[in-house]
T-cell receptor, first 115, second 112 residues
């Protein structure tokens, strides 16, 4: 069975602080994909990143970075120098290599960045 | 205009009523999905369709039905709405090769 756990229900930081959102996953598959989505207050879901299980290189995109570690089954997301516009719910998700589009989502982490 | 469009965006209805949520996409993707979001539970898959003649149940299909009228259209029906179906519903699409989901803006349904 697939499972994604985002243990942090809510995080509150002050602008310019760095913040890391944790994601731990469970799967017995050797081929799988991990995702992060952002849901701002307006409600839509915005795709941030996709990572496959064979690529453990960390990724950086502007102020966003992702740390994928198969040894600990984690795919953590760090926002550097947070901004008020980063306030959103962030979801980590997992899908099997052959289950196109059938994502298993974590519960989400509510991030609030205060000015 | 959004690539994945859901209508209505908000709907309030009463217990026992039949409700249909519609989804259309201009991305040309073959695969479409309906997810439900509840606070603290993330998103759960209701139904999915890999092409016009293909319909599959997801994790929480009881009380729901779907229709894939065309490649670009996928509707979700609640035959007899009940209060615990109050939630935010998302339609999504994906290309068969990448599996990455593209979501609509969501439909907020309240069942009184």
């Amino acid at each position: 069975a697939q499972k994604v756990t985002q243990a942090q229900t809510e995080i509150s930081v002050v602008e310019k602080e760095d913040v890391t959102l944790d994601c731990v996953y469970e799967t017995r598959d050797t081929t799988y994909y991990l995702f992060w989505y952002k849901q701002p207050p307006s409600g839509e879901l915005v795709f941030l990143i996709r990572r496959n299980s064979f690529d453990e290189q960390n990724e950086i995109s502007g102020r966003y970075s992702w740390n994928f570690q198969k040894s600990t089954s984690s795919f953590n997301f760090t926002i550097t120098a947070s901004q008020v516009v980063d306030s959103a719910v962030y979801f980590c998700a997992l899908r099997r290599g052959t289950s196109y589009g059938k994502l298993t989502f974590g519960q989400g982490t509510i991030l609030t960045v205060h000015p | 205009d959004a690539d994945v469009t859901q209508t209505p965006r908000n709907r309030i209805t009463k217990t026992g009523k039949r409700i249909m949520l519609e989804c259309s996409q201009t991305k040309g993707h073959d695969r479409m999905y309906w997810y439900r979001q509840d606070p603290g539970l993330g998103l759960q898959l209701i139904y999915y369709s890999f092409d016009v003649k293909d319909i599959n149940k997801g994790e929480i299909s009881d009380g729901y039905s779907v229709s894939r009228q065309a490649q670009a259209k996928f509707s979700l029906s609640l035959e007899s709405a009940i209060p615990n179906q109050t939630a935010l519903y998302f339609c999504a699409t994906s290309h068969s090769n990448t599996g990455e989901l593209f979501f609509g803006e969501g439909s907020r349904l309240t069942v009184l």
